[in-house]
């Protein structure tokens, strides 16, 4: 079994456990609770630490159960539905893949975060 995450509709995060096998339909819909319409696909895939991030779901879906995550460039225009399955692998082969890896994923695929508290100008009192 292989560490996963799940990216909720309604915007929360989630660890599972999968197979460790390459990723089927059936298996998504299994794993995923809510659903769009259609057939579950792969939406994107990035490359990342020479091995590669993938996210399966749906591409359409009712008004009302659209996915409320950001995804990461190019994918970050698209619309998804229902819950979201992002998986890591090199190949064939699925490898873990916790909340704060993806986490890590996605602050990386937008170059970082810079914290808001943090400045190099200097105030005075002039």
Known sequence: MTKAVILNMLGR???????N???????????LKNKGTGISQELGSWTYNDNEVKIYGWADGPAGK?????IPPPHDTNLYFGDL?????????LINFTKKDYNKFFEDMYGGFEDI??????????
Not at 13 to 19: G, L
Not at 85 to 93: D, F, I, K, P, R
């Open 13 to 19: 995060k989630k660890e599972v456990r999968i197979d």
């Open 21 to 31: 096998e390459p990723i089927r339909k059936t298996q998504i819909k299994n794993i």
């Open 66 to 70: 659209e996915n409320k995550h950001e």
């Open 85 to 93: 399955l992002v998986v890591y692998s090199n190949g064939n082969n």
């Open 117 to 126: 508290g943090d400045t190099d100008s200097e105030y005075s009192d002039d």
